[in-house]
T-cell receptor, first 109, second 115 residues
């Protein structure tokens, strides 16, 4: 059974801090996704990774396929980054995603 | 483009009542999904569709039925609602490209309370 674990579950940071959120999974995957769920509930996709590293603005996502681990980094965090960040994986050959329970990030001004 | 829309946004049902949740997308996506989100748990897939006229079971399909009669619409039905189906329901759609993979686009969610 595929398990997706995120850490930490909750994270509070001061504005400007560097943030790291971790995701570990247990089976072979074809892709890993990072998503952001806003306080109002809306969900948006941030990244899709199958190897290496991707960067978009202040967000950086990395994946280590051998170690079955991914990290999402936020540089120069801002209160508007406050949200739940969700990791999801697509098992090799599967049609669907398995989701982690999310990391709730609060950035204090 | 409206993206992915869901109707209704909120609903209260009594145990045993039935209802249909509507998901619509205007991006010509082949794939559509229904998820439920419960406190302390990750999103869980209920049913999905890989094209018009096709549906398949996900992780938690019991108590739900779906239909994809038109490419742009994906309906989720509850035949006899139970309190355990109290949840927030999200619809998503996507395309898949061999080179660029898949990005799922989510609707705003439907909050359902079953009394």
């Amino acid at each position: 059974k595929n398990e997706v674990e995120q850490s930490p579950q909750n994270l509070t940071a001061q504005e400007g801090e560097f943030i790291t959120i971790n995701c570990s999974y247990s089976v072979g995957i074809s892709a890993l996704h990072w998503l952001q769920q806003h306080p109002g509930g809306g969900i948006v996709s941030l990244f899709m990774l199958s190897s290496g590293k991707k960067k978009h603005g202040r967000l950086i996502a990395t994946i280590n396929i051998q170690e079955k681990h991914s990290s999402l980094h936020i540089t120069a965090s801002h209160p508007r980054d406050s949200a739940v960040y969700i990791c999801a994986v697509r098992e090799t050959g599967a049609n669907n995603l398995f989701f982690g329970t999310g990391t709730r990030l609060t950035v204090i001004p | 483009n409206a993206g992915v829309t869901q109707t209704p946004k909120f609903r209260v049902l009594k145990t045993g009542q039935s209802m249909t949740l509507l998901c619509a997308q205007d991006m010509n996506h082949e794939y559509m999904y229904w998820y439920r989100q419960d406190p302390g748990m990750g999103l869980r897939l209920i049913h999905y569709s890989v094209g018009e006229g096709t549906t398949a079971k996900g992780e938690v399909p019991d108590g739900y039925n779906v239909s994809r009669l038109k490419k742009q619409n994906f309906l989720l039905g509850l035949e006899s609602a139970a309190p355990s189906q109290t949840s927030v329901y999200f619809c998503a759609s996507s395309y898949r490209r061999r080179t660029s993979g898949e990005t799922q686009y989510f609707g705003p969610g439907t909050r359902l309370l079953v009394l």
